[in-house]
Nanobody, 123 residues
């Protein structure tokens, strides 16, 4: 069982930045790729970005490329999502996920979910 714990969400003004963190624990957590998804009110959950623990492979949703960066720190068992130039439409609950089916473009990737962290972008 892999446990995922997100942090770093909050309220930010449009144009601002946030860095989300996802701490992974449990046996064999490093056997899984990691990803971020988000779910806005009234919308389906969508993939945001993904990464291998080695950092050798990354995935970004086309709609977010250029504004987000995913990174991993294996020594800290933590994956990060840096988000810049935030827009009100980025408001959502952001979920960390671990899975095996690459790329992490949809929910089929996911084996484990975190509980989510709220990101609210004010205009």
């Amino acid at each position: 069982q892999v446990q995922l714990s997100e942090s770093g969400g909050g309220l930010v003004q449009a144009g601002g930045s946030l860095r989300l963190s996802c701490a992974a624990s449990g046996p064999s957590f490093d056997k899984y790729a990691m990803a971020w998804f988000r779910q806005a009110p009234g919308k389906e959950r969508e993939a945001v970005a993904g990464i291998m623990w080695t950092g050798s492979l990354t995935y970004y949703a086309d709609s977010l490329k250029g504004r987000i960066t995913i990174s991993s720190d294996y020594d800290k068992n933590t994956v990060y999502l840096q988000m810049n130039s935030l827009k009100p439409e980025d408001t959502a609950v952001y979920y960390c996920a671990a899975g095996s089916r690459w790329p992490p473009a949809d929910n089929q990737f996911v084996t484990y979910w975190g509980q989510g962290t709220q990101v609210t972008v004010s205009s």
